[in-house]
């Protein structure tokens, strides 16, 4: 299992990715989303961050961090 974790600056920001990744069952946080993938698949990761990527893209957000096998990374639109 693997445990990645969305932050963004905003709650209305957290809500659109939270409806946009329903399918991951997504668990909100505080200004964050919690998403556990099962099993080691880069497939599932790569999925999983491609929807994030279109989910920022197409709702003007801002700037999400994500936390990944304790590594943060940020992710933003082009």
Do not use: F, W
């Amino acid at each position: 299992m693997r445990l990645v974790q969305l932050r963004a600056d905003r709650d209305e920001d957290v809500d659109c990715l939270m409806r946009e990744l329903a399918v991951y069952a997504p668990k909100p946080g505080r200004r964050s989303v919690l998403i556990e993938l099962e099993g080691p698949s880069a497939n599932d990761l790569l999925a999983l961050l491609s929807a994030v990527e279109t989910c920022v893209s197409a709702n003007d957000i801002r700037s999400v961090q994500v936390e990944l096998d304790g590594e943060r990374y940020m992710l933003a639109p082009r």
